[in-house]
């Protein structure tokens, strides 16, 4: 089947519903229940978009299928090009708030396919599972989620040590027709979705008794035993007017609970190789195409909060002081950085081994250790400007209370009315202080993990000899002279 649209995103989330819990209930019908009608509606409305912008975001693949384009393997720098286009209108129709748009993961999937050679090193099977799902996913345009980390229960230990050997998910048996797995997983965010994607992290220790917790698999969200435990939404059914961003683009996070989750091996992409787990996003591409992605989203995410604070600068008339000039001028530097980290990727691409115009990894590397520490200075930076201005905006109800008169005159700005102002400084609110925004915050910090060893892993694998060579040959010049 071709490409889907927003109504068939809604029809089968209401006819293969995962099974989601929220706040001590089973939720029945995720594209109506308050907490996640709002996202099930954003997200819908990204399969409209890719119809609404055909030859941008589509794409009809060897076997005649019209396909979403971020499902492409590309083979040429244009086809990555492309590729980045279709990424950057979702972010944008998103204000780069949907960290876990699909098209994130569909990058993931076509990355495994594209290097399914170095999966069926281990086995045959492995590689042939990896372009079968990936044919499987993008001809029917499903959407996934994904988990990674292990949970938070005794932090010094490695799964195998904790209390409970099935604290973290691990495979209990073995048949001839697939594996069963026992535990649970952090942190599946857009549970909203078709299916998940469960693979480790890249922090497995090589012993033998961390191999049952290493595998890479994909399976429904609907799978028996499977379970999603959410925590407290951050969209409190309030009107877009009100909550401009939470009520809209509420991704959802979850602990996934395997309850003998029965995984057939032709789902199944990993198995028991601590090694090869630990290798596999790096070897096939998977991270470096996943990384494109999120740098496209985080350009349109910078574009929405320097277009956010410039609107609130003129609405309010300060655009005379030095401060607001500095601060507005280091957004658009943080801005034109993620463009200019994204032009280098796409410029110097090359075929990988596996024939894959893979993103040059430096530039990605670089954007992804350095969005974390400049997103809080985004955030703070709308702060400053709108200070008191942000906690005393009046709700819709207020505005057609009692006191809307009162209103009208003492809400108004320097350019703009009090009805014209107080959308713009709600949404503010809604992009730097309210839970929606707290969470966005913390996400970004921790987007690719840890920062404090994402900056290790930085250190560890970029060669710097070339550059202590030339400052040693420069003490050598000036000892010399």
């Not at 409305?45 to 019209?66: A, I, P, S």
């Not at 372009?131 to 345009?141: A, C, P, Q, T, V």
């Not at 091996?265 to 096939?284: F, I």
Request: glycine share 6%; aromatic share 10%.
């Amino acid at each position: 089947m071709p490409a889907r649209k927003g109504k068939d995103v809604i029809t089968r989330l209401k006819q293969q519903p995962p099974t989601i819990y929220h706040r001590g209930e089973q939720v029945k019908d995720v594209t109506t229940h308050p907490a996640f009608a709002g996202g099930v509606s954003s997200l819908s409305g990204l399969y409209d978009l890719q119809w609404q912008h055909e030859n941008e975001m589509l794409f009809t693949n060897e076997r005649g299928v019209k396909v979403g384009r971020s499902f492409m393997i590309p083979k040429t720098k244009e086809e990555l090009k492309s590729i980045s286009r279709m990424m950057k209108r979702w972010s944008d129709s998103t204000c780069g708030m949907m960290g876990r748009s699909p098209d994130y993961l569909n990058r993931s999937i076509s990355g495994y396919a594209g290097g399914a050679a170095f999966l069926a090193e281990a086995r045959e099977l492995f590689g042939e599972n990896a372009r079968n799902l990936h044919k499987y996913l993008s001809e029917n345009d499903l959407c996934m989620t994904h988990t990674l980390i292990n949970p938070q229960a005794n932090r010094a230990v490695g799964p195998s040590q904790q209390v409970d050997p099935y604290l973290a998910a691990r495979v209990k048996e073995e048949t001839d027709a697939g594996i069963v797995i026992r535990g649970c997983r952090m942190l599946a965010t857009l549970p909203i979705s078709d299916e998940i994607m469960v693979l480790p992290s890249t922090l497995l220790s090589s012993k033998p008794e961390d191999a049952p917790y290493a595998f890479g698999f994909v399976i429904p969200n609907n799978t028996p035993g499977l379970k999603f435990q959410c925590r407290e939404t951050v969209d409190y059914d309030r009107s877009h007017y009100d909550h401009p961003l939470g009520s809209r683009f509420e991704e959802q996070d979850a602990v996934v609970i395997f309850d003998d989750v029965f995984v057939p091996w032709e789902r199944v992409l990993l198995y028991r190789d601590v090694e090869r787990c630990n290798k596999a996003y790096a070897a096939t591409g998977a991270v470096v195409h996943m990384s494109h992605q999120v740098l496209c989203k985080n350009i349109a995410k910078s574009e929405f909060m320097l277009g956010l604070a410039s609107l609130m600068v003129h609405t309010i008339g300060v655009e005379q002081f030095q401060h607001i000039h500095e601060k507005i001028a280091e957004i658009w530097c943080i801005t034109e950085s993620m463009k200019a980290f994204l032009r280098a990727a796409e410029e110097d691409a090359a075929l990988d081994q596996y024939g894959v115009m893979r993103p040059a990894w430096d530039p990605l590397d670089a954007a992804r250790n350095m969005y974390p520490k400049a997103y809080p200075r985004l955030v703070q930076i709308i702060q400053q400007i709108g200070a008191s201005g942000l906690v005393a905006m009046p709700t819709e109800a207020d505005i057609n209370g009692p006191l809307k008169e009162d209103i009208k005159k003492f809400y108004q700005a320097a350019r703009a009315d009090a009805y014209e102002r107080i959308p713009i400084f709600r949404l503010a609110w809604d992009a730097s202080m309210s839970a929606f925004a707290t969470r966005q915050a913390l996400y970004e910090n921790f987007f690719f993990g840890d920062p404090v060893r994402m900056a290790g892993a930085l250190f560890m694998s970029h060669d710097r000899t070339e550059v202590m060579d030339r400052v040693r040959e420069f003490l050598k010049k000036a000892v010399e002279e």
